[in-house]
């Protein structure tokens, strides 16, 4: 039914990454149990959102005779996570990916427009040749992931997804309005917002509990 709706989401519902969610749902989990889990998803989650990397076959010795394998081709893997919150998710990727680059990009929220405006915006050089995953733990209603994702487009990234723990059908629906060509991925498509912005049934803020804020 999402598939049908949502032509740019995947709901990536491997076991594991559902057991763990639905710990990290939990309002009782520390920030230190929070965090870990978050770098648990995200490593699982990285494993299938790059499993379609190019890769290109290079000669190897081994203590035995030479032969050949495979590698990823081209620049390195460049993850860029929206502040505060996606920094969350950068060190449980980076364990799976340690020649990633990390890139970031700070946004906040204008009180009149209610429109994003960025105020950081740092990233890897050659993104045109360049792969980036951006990070985002919750799309809720989609504003900063596409902000995130025009200011990457307008500084030659092209090959781009989008990470996030939990969304909103707002969010996605937003992201299939404004970059139709950029895949989503995410544990789990929650009911809705509510009137404060909050997914629901969601896991609350998760810059606040990732960081020990309130």
């Known amino acids: 039914m999402a598939a049908a709706r949502f032509p740019n989401l995947t709901i990536l519902d491997h076991p594991l990454i559902q057991h763990k969610l639905t710990l990290l749902r939990g309002k009782g989990k520390s920030t230190r149990d929070f965090k870990q889990l978050v770098n648990e998803i995200a490593m699982l989650m990285a494993y299938e959102v ?12 081994t203590p035995l005779e030479r032969t050949t394998g495979r590698q990823v081709a081209g620049k ?24 990633a680059r990390v890139g970031h990009i700070g946004l906040y929220r204008d009180h009149e427009s209610l429109q994003p405006v960025s105020y950081y915006f740092k ?13 985002d733990p919750m799309l809720a209603t989609g504003g900063s992931a596409s902000a995130a994702i025009t200011k990457l487009k307008e500084a030659g990234a092209r090959r781009l997804r989008l990470l996030s723990l939990v969304a909103a059908p707002e969010g996605v629906e937003r992201m299939l309005e404004d970059h139709p060509d950029v895949p989503v991925f995410v544990a789990a498509l ?3 917002l509510n009137d404060s912005g909050y997914i629901l049934p969601g896991l609350g803020d998760a810059g606040d509990r990732l960081f020990g804020t309130r």
């Open 50 to 61: 790059t499993k379609d990397l190019p890769t290109e076959e290079v000669p190897i010795e």
């Open 76 to 99: 390195k893997l460049a993850l860029v996570p929206i502040l505060r919150a996606g920094l969350g998710m950068v060190e449980g990727i980076t364990q799976l990916i340690p020649s």
């Open 123 to 135: 990233v890897p050089l050659g993104g045109e040749a360049r792969d980036f995953i951006v990070l």
């Open 190 to 192: 929650d009911r809705e």
